[in-house]
């Protein structure tokens, strides 16, 4: 790796670590993703919230679509959660993605909403 990319590299990942800590993401290695052989500071759901959140023209301004797109991740962490099974890393990432889009769109329904009254 030049010394540039990994002086990038090492900064995103100084960045990423800390934006961890302040969202509390609990950075488990088993729920991240690797890059050149070190561990993405945000467990992949909680990268995927991010990835979505930054996704603002794909956000879901369709009340169901965006309530499925909610549920997806609630059903995703709550089976996980309950012991039921166990979750993929991509579904996890893909879960976060929709989580914000749903919530993203709302958010900006609401927002509309409130600026029309």
């Known amino acids: 790796m030049h010394s540039l990319d990994r002086e990038c590299h090492d900064l995103l990942q100084s960045f990423l670590w800390h934006f961890a800590l302040i969202i509390r993401c609990h950075q488990l290695p088993e729920r991240s993703f690797s890059f050149r ?21 794909l956000y879901a301004r369709d009340v169901r679509i965006a309530a499925v797109l909610i549920a997806a991740m609630i059903i995703d962490g709550g089976t996980q959660a309950l012991g039921l099974r166990m979750s993929k890393n991509w579904l996890r990432l893909a879960s976060g993605i929709g989580f914000s889009l ?3 769109g709302l958010i900006e329904r609401g927002i509309q909403l409130l600026c029309s009254m």
């Not at 052989?37 to 023209?57: D, E, F, M």
């Open 37 to 57: 052989n070190r561990q993405v500071p945000l467990c992949a759901r909680c990268l995927g919230i991010c990835v979505g959140a930054l996704a603002i023209p």
């Open 102 to 104: 749903g919530c993203g």
